[in-house]
């Protein structure tokens, strides 16, 4: 549920670990953001941001899980500008990079057919601030800011 309240946003959903859910995950942040006012531009960004990271939970850190089986809990808050993404997840913990990804080799990996390994990069490039948290056995938390301009 969205609630909207002097400028303000803050909603939370949960959706589980399934590739046909990421369509939900990323209309339930889109609607955020069209409320906080963003351009299209903007929410082509946010929505490319959202869907790598939750395709990269469901086909990551749940691997191995059940399809259907696992959380996978969105908050949007929109304040002072600023609308901040967090995703957390229970599955598999990963090493974050520490510095910006750098941009891929776009004509090399079609040369040798492969597939994915942009996510990360896409959603450096997007918003306006990614971070990840890293708890093993706890949680996987990744946090994403894109400001209102």
């Known amino acids: 549920m969205i609630s909207v309240s002097s400028g303000q946003i803050d909603a939370q959903a949960v ?24 351009s299209n531009v903007a929410l082509g960004d946010i929505e490319l941001a959202v869907v790598e990271a939750c395709a990269n939970v469901v086909k990551h850190a749940y691997r191995h899980a059940a399809e259907d089986s696992a959380p996978i809990e969105l908050h949007v808050r929109f304040d002072f500008g600023q ?8 599955g598999q913990p990963f090493e974050p990079p520490k510095v910006k990804v750098p941009a891929p080799d776009v004509e090399r990996m079609v040369s040798e057919d492969r597939r994915g390994g942009m996510g990360i990069f896409f959603m450096q490039q997007m918003m306006d601030d990614v971070a990840w948290d890293i708890r093993p056995g706890i949680c996987n938390r990744l946090r994403m800011v894109k400001k209102l301009v």
């Open 15 to 38: 959706f589980t670990n399934r590739l046909q859910n990421i369509y939900g995950m990323h209309q339930f942040v889109r609607q955020a953001a069209i409320e906080a006012g963003f």
């Open 83 to 90: 609308l901040e993404i967090t995703v957390t997840d229970w």
